[in-house]
């Protein structure tokens, strides 16, 4: 029978569970080697229940990898096994540990936690699923007395065992493969496709989509989780593919090797490492160039490029880019930005392509930004007067085929917006240089790309969404707004006639000291 003074103790011990870390710290650091033994057990207890990262590290001593990506899956985790229904596509290179974190560590977290629940693990081929089930299995058996877990006896194979005195277990297969037995509470991905070649090939990708939708969806509990996570290889791949039926359905936390975009999931800048302790941006310069553009593309950068079209290819793109630093040598004589409004609509799905560009005295031309997007009629003039803006443009180019008139006021009244609040720092406006494309897309984007061929054509920069559509688009197709914009940005730039904008000299000399 418990004592009063035992009783007061276990009390003790069960509010210094629930104190912060440094409180927790301070008390240990006063307490009798007694005490301090039995607060470092709890801390331990603690520990082993508090995430996947926390557990590996318990149970290595510490040498288990950690870092700020692999600390998303184990908040995933955590979210999941607290009781929140997800379905959450995480995408992120190679060697950054996502196998390792989602299909080891996290299953062996998880049954600690919720040993009633059932997991389901699948990976493109059955022999990798059943490898990361024997280690989930033999982990469990080495650290048992540690884990408060083992496996029930006769039911002990890699890909399929029981927790034993409950009813959670985990079972493996590779994805095509049959998930049979008890429904899922928690179904993991881990890269549904083996490369390039399974993810291009419109049979394979349909044979999963088949398999998805007939074979693991159809073990799911009701309120069963979904994790996928995978290196992207194909605009229709299993996550592209889900983004195109279901977008709302799921969280995507995108992980590029180097951060693309300023609302990185990490916080990181554009450019910076996901793992810089392991893979720094030196590295991964080294590794682009061993790999080539398409595998960088869609296996680090987790940005998928279709093959090329006819038109353009991305050896044009890429052997003749230069960075923004390069860029602060080269003295441009002319700058435009281009809006191509799609078909003068307005509707706030259109997405408007506004490129900025310049012309150096020799001839070369650079594409300097693109602010692209769906912006809306409302939108899409005082993005363009704020790219004129910043790039010190002297023209817009507008293609005219569509709502002329509409598109010149739109951007007039932008501009007088923008100098009622006191932003175009006192510049003129750009001349507004009009254009009636009356020659067809190919006719009109041939010229441009074979200056992009000769190497005539820099990018200051990647720009993936627009050099995807260059790359990919085949006389026929729909033209995207994006390259229509720069196509029309090139060619004024391109046009030596141009020189003086139009048909007439600004008036207000603009481009005095622009040769």
């Not at 299995?137 to 034993?164: C, K, M, V, W």
């Amino acid at each position: 029978m418990a004592t009063p003074t035992a009783d007061r103790e276990d009390a003790a011990l069960a509010h210094y569970r629930s104190l912060p870390v440094t409180d927790r710290r301070r008390i240990a650091q006063s307490a009798s080697p007694d005490l301090r033994l039995r607060l470092a057990h709890i801390e331990r207890s603690m520990a082993l229940d508090r995430s996947p990262g926390a557990l590996s590290s318990v149970l290595t001593g510490g040498r288990e990898m950690q870092a700020p990506h692999l600390d998303i899956i184990d908040r995933l985790y955590q979210r999941i096994a607290n009781g929140e229904r997800l379905r959450v596509m995480v995408t992120m290179p190679p060697r950054a540990g996502k196998s390792r974190r989602t299909s080891r560590w996290g299953p062996v977290w998880y049954l600690r936690r919720q040993p009633d629940h059932r997991f389901m693990l699948a990976s493109y081929a059955a022999h990798l699923a059943d490898d990361h089930g024997r280690w989930v299995r033999n982990t469990i058996t080495e650290h048992a007395p540690t884990l408060g877990i083992d496996l029930r006896y006769g039911s002990q194979a890699a890909n399929r065992f029981d927790i034993a005195g409950h009813e959670g277990g985990m079972v493996t297969a590779g994805v095509g493969g049959a998930l049979t037995g008890r429904g899922a509470h928690v179904a993991a991905v881990d890269d549904p496709f083996k490369g390039s070649e399974d993810a291009g090939s419109p049979t394979q990708r349909d044979r999963v989509w088949d398999w998805w939708q007939s074979v693991l969806l159809t073990r799911l509990e009701p309120q069963g989780s979904v994790l996928l996570v995978n290196t992207r290889w194909d605009d229709d791949d299993l996550s592209g593919r889900l983004l195109k039926e279901e977008p709302e359905d799921w969280i995507v936390i995108d992980l590029p090797a180097l951060a693309l975009s300023d609302d990185d999931p990490l916080g990181r800048a554009p450019g910076e490492a996901l793992w810089p302790d392991r893979f720094t941006a030196e590295d991964y310069a080294r590794i682009r160039k061993s790999v080539g553009e398409r595998v960088w593309w869609s296996l680090y950068q987790q940005q998928p490029r279709p093959l090329e079209g006819g038109v353009w290819q991305w050896a044009w793109i890429t052997a003749h880019r230069v960075s923004p630093v390069a860029l602060r040598g080269v003295d441009l004589t002319r700058i435009v930005v281009a809006i191509d409004p799609s078909g003068g609509s307005g509707t706030a799905n259109d997405e408007t392509g506004i490129i900025g560009a310049g012309r150096d005295n020799a001839g070369e031309l650079y594409l300097l930004a693109d602010s692209s997007g769906r912006h809306g009629a409302a939108g899409w003039g005082r993005e363009a007067c704020l790219l004129a803006i910043e790039l010190g443009a002297d023209a817009f180019v507008v293609e005219t085929n569509f709502g002329g008139d509409m598109t010149r006021q739109v951007l007039i009244q932008a501009w007088q917006e923008l100098e009622r609040q006191g932003l175009t720092k006192g510049a003129p406006m750009p001349r507004i240089v009009e254009v009636n494309a009356k020659q067809g897309k190919r006719l009109r984007a041939e010229p441009i790309a074979q200056l992009y061929e000769i190497g005539q054509v820099h990018h200051v920069g990647e720009f993936p969404t627009l050099e995807t559509q260059m790359v990919t688009w085949l006389p026929g197709m729909d033209s995207p707004d994006r390259m229509d914009a720069a196509v029309h940005a090139l060619t004024e730039l391109a046009n030596p006639a141009a020189a003086a904008v139009g048909a007439t000299q600004y008036a207000d000399r603009r481009l005095s000291g622009r040769r």
